[in-house]
């Protein structure tokens, strides 16, 4: 797919799959193309979602899953130097974005999570995936993903102490749910939240004694929100800067150039056509 068209986005806004269409007769193809793509969301993230979504079809592959698969290389083409930026010139204050899509998938009803950290201006850790179980409101399933934030947070916290950094504030955890946010620092369970005890407990323990803040942020500007639903073309780019996804300079030749060399005789020799 060296010549294909690029796309600006890697699934549509509204991605709809039919369960009804013809299966792949070697799925063996498909299941490496993902494969790959995997390896690629450890310096993506902007791809996590998308590539967590085509990998659920991994067991029964038709002709739709593979064209969206494609699209996804097509959007791969058109940002191939884009890459995470990281920098020196940033403070260590620890902070994440924790957003939930209630009952986003189509096929079983569960609610996709998605969060991400930062030290400082830096991205450092983020994961797109979908919840075990139902969650019978939205305010459970945003819960559910800031207690696994939190936990995140926690761990991390630890991970700072043992390389002797100090943290001058505590981490800060952003979420875009005022319900969830009020259940942090007033435990008050009703009908929407009757099966969160076990994740409130913890989340309101780390609030109160002052290991972690949770903050209220804008929808738009939830950064988490990339992780957890597809994305038009004008908040994937505003959401990639967010998160220090910029263009790089690259040793490696563009995959034009690679071509040329391999199919030119003359170069196969040539050190200076290696693209390692």
Request: charged share 20%; aromatic share 8%; glycine share 6%.
């Amino acid at each position: 797919m060296g010549n294909c068209k690029p796309m600006s986005t890697p699934l549509e806004a509204k991605t709809k799959t039919s369960s009804n269409d013809i299966l792949l007769d070697d799925p063996s193809y498909f299941r490496g193309l993902v494969g790959a793509l995997q390896y690629l969301t450890l310096t993506r993230p902007n791809l996590s979602y998308s590539v967590n979504y085509v990998s659920q079809f991994i067991h029964s592959l038709t002709i739709v899953h593979l064209k969206l698969v494609r699209r996804i290389l097509r959007y791969v083409k058109g940002t191939i130097d884009i890459g995470l930026h990281f920098t020196s010139n940033t403070t260590l204050d620890l902070c994440a974005f924790s957003d939930a899509d209630w009952v986003g998938c189509p096929t079983t009803r569960h609610s996709t999570t998605g969060y991400c950290t930062f030290l400082g201006g830096n991205l450092i850790s983020w994961c797109a995936k979908k919840q075990h179980t139902i969650s019978q409101s939205s305010t459970e399933a945003e819960y559910r993903v800031m207690a696994n934030t939190a936990a995140k947070l926690t761990w991390m916290t630890f991970i700072l102490k043992d390389l002797h950094i100090p943290l001058a504030s505590p981490p800060i955890l952003y979420c875009d749910n005022l319900n969830a946010l009020h259940m942090t620092v007033n435990p008050v369970f009703h009908a929407r939240s009757k099966h969160i005890e076990l994740d409130d407990h913890f989340v309101h323990e780390r609030v109160a004694l002052g290991f972690h803040i949770t903050q209220h942020i804008s929808t738009n500007d939830q950064v988490a929100d990339l992780f957890t639903k597809p994305m038009s073309k004008g908040r994937l780019s505003y959401f990639r800067t967010k998160l220090c996804l910029q263009p790089r300079h690259r040793l490696r030749e563009s995959i034009s150039t690679t071509q040329t060399h391999n199919s030119d005789p003359a170069r196969q020799g040539d050190v200076g056509g290696s693209t390692r």
